[in-house]
């Protein structure tokens, strides 16, 4: 019988995903370790193994983990407190090798490196170290924005006509949140023993004007592109009630577009998953009833 694989946070958006894209492939053995395993009863019903997990109680993990050969490390959503993800991702990483594990598959940004404005790039560069520094195999899947993030952003743009940005012309090259599962899934399961950085990414790069053109000619509503400075996004987005370190971490994605840190699309999906990644025009072709909807 085949060694169980582990994916942690597995009760998030992606983490579900590559659970029923587990299940679905017919595996073998699998562990998902959540903070809350009540979320999870659903996939226990299915012959998951359920675990609880918090990467801040480092003592727990190895026990989280014992067992599992290749395991899903998907990075944690604390965008408001700086420091800390890097923190909880050092912990699952050095819980990793105490429990035996082989082979960790990360989900990182694109150009984690110093350069990058995005404030919590260097919690990716830092677990990117750490999988370096340790002795398991990985792969990191540097993921690029999702596309998914469309659907909060353009009904607010479309009720007002303008998708305000501080981006630019700085392009993404946008990949759903489902083909960032497949890929996961994917390097999960393909048995690669080595060490890999892979740009996770959609098949074409956007900018934000062309966003806007594209979802008009789709909902049939005008929308502009405007894009305004970083520093005026930021307190736009702290008027409007978001934690100063979120206003400042959401502005920075957008100086990072403008720096060309999303400007990349890769063939990786396909190379992964043997399936081409999904453009932005089919992606909200799909979502359009929910768009039109206000989100
Ligand atoms: N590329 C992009 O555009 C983009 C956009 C949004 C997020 N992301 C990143 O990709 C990750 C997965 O995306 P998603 O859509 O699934 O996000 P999500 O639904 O917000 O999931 C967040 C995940 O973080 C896990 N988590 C939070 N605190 C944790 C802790 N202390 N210990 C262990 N796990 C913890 C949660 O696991 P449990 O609830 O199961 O404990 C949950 O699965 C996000 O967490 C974020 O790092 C990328």
Same mark, same amino acid.
């Given at each position: 019988?085949?060694?169980?694989?582990?994916?942690?946070? #597995?009760?998030?958006? !992606?983490?579900?995903? $590559?659970?029923?894209?587990?299940?679905?492939?017919?595996?073998?053995?699998?562990?998902?370790?959540?903070? =809350?395993?009540?979320?999870?009863?659903?996939?226990?019903?299915?012959?998951?193994?359920?675990?609880?997990?918090?990467?801040?109680?480092?003592?727990?993990?190895? @026990?989280?983990?014992?067992?599992?050969?290749?395991?899903?490390?998907?990075?944690?959503? =604390?965008?408001?407190?700086?420091?800390?993800?890097?923190?909880?991702? @050092?912990?699952? $990483? #050095?819980?990793?090798?105490?429990?035996?594990?082989?082979?960790?598959? &990360?989900?990182?940004?694109?150009?984690? =490196?110093?350069?990058?404005?995005?404030?919590? /790039?260097?919690?990716?560069?830092?677990?990117?170290?750490? *999988?370096?520094?340790?002795?398991?195999?990985?792969?990191?899947?540097?993921?690029?924005?999702?596309? =998914? *993030? +469309?659907?909060?952003?353009?009904?607010?743009?479309?009720?007002?006509?303008?998708?305000?940005?501080?981006?630019?012309?700085?392009?993404?090259?946008? $990949?759903? @949140? %489902?083909?960032? /599962?497949?890929?996961?899934? /994917?390097?999960?399961?393909?048995?690669?023993?080595? @060490?890999?950085?892979?740009?996770?990414?959609?098949?074409?790069?956007?900018? &934000?004007?062309?966003?806007?053109? !594209?979802?008009? %000619?789709? *909902?049939?509503?005008?929308?502009?592109?405007?894009?305004?400075?970083? %520093? #005026?996004?930021?307190?736009?987005?702290?008027?409007?009630? !978001?934690?100063?370190?979120?206003?400042?971490?959401?502005?920075?994605?957008?100086?990072?577009?403008?720096?060309?840190?999303?400007?990349?699309?890769?063939? $990786?999906?396909?190379? +992964?998953?043997?399936?081409?990644?999904?453009?932005?025009?089919?992606?909200?072709?799909?979502?359009?009833? #929910?768009?039109?909807?206000?989100?």
């Amino acid at each position: 019988m085949s060694k169980p694989l582990l994916v942690t946070g #597995a009760a998030g958006h !992606l983490g579900r995903q $590559v659970l029923e894209l587990l299940l679905a492939a017919n595996v073998g053995p699998v562990i998902a370790t959540t903070r =809350d395993p009540e979320k999870l009863r659903d996939f226990q019903a299915r012959g998951v193994t359920v675990r609880a997990a918090n990467f801040d109680a480092p003592e727990s993990l190895p @026990r989280a983990f014992a067992g599992a050969e290749r395991m899903l490390l998907i990075s944690t959503d =604390d965008l408001t407190h700086p420091g800390r993800r890097l923190e909880q991702h @050092r912990n699952a $990483v #050095a819980a990793a090798v105490t429990a035996g594990v082989k082979h960790v598959v &990360y989900t990182s940004l694109t150009h984690p =490196d110093a350069s990058s404005p995005i404030t919590f /790039a260097s919690d990716h560069r830092g677990t990117e170290e750490a *999988l370096a520094n340790s002795p398991l195999g990985y792969s990191v899947l540097r993921n690029n924005l999702y596309a =998914d *993030l +469309l659907l909060y952003s353009l009904p607010r743009a479309l009720a007002s006509g303008q998708l305000v940005s501080a981006a630019g012309d700085g392009g993404v090259g946008f $990949v759903t @949140r %489902e083909d960032c /599962a497949r890929a996961a899934a /994917a390097a999960l399961t393909d048995g690669f023993e080595g @060490r890999r950085v892979l740009d996770v990414t959609g098949p074409e790069v956007l900018t &934000y004007p062309q966003v806007a053109h !594209l979802a008009s %000619e789709l *909902l049939g509503r005008p929308l502009t592109a405007v894009s305004v400075p970083r %520093e #005026a996004l930021e307190a736009g987005l702290k008027q409007a009630g !978001l934690a100063p370190t979120f206003a400042a971490a959401l502005a920075s994605i957008d100086a990072g577009i403008a720096q060309g840190k999303t400007a990349l699309a890769t063939d $990786v999906v396909r190379q +992964l998953t043997g399936q081409p990644a999904q453009d932005v025009r089919g992606f909200l072709t799909r979502h359009k009833a #929910a768009l039109l909807a206000g989100g």
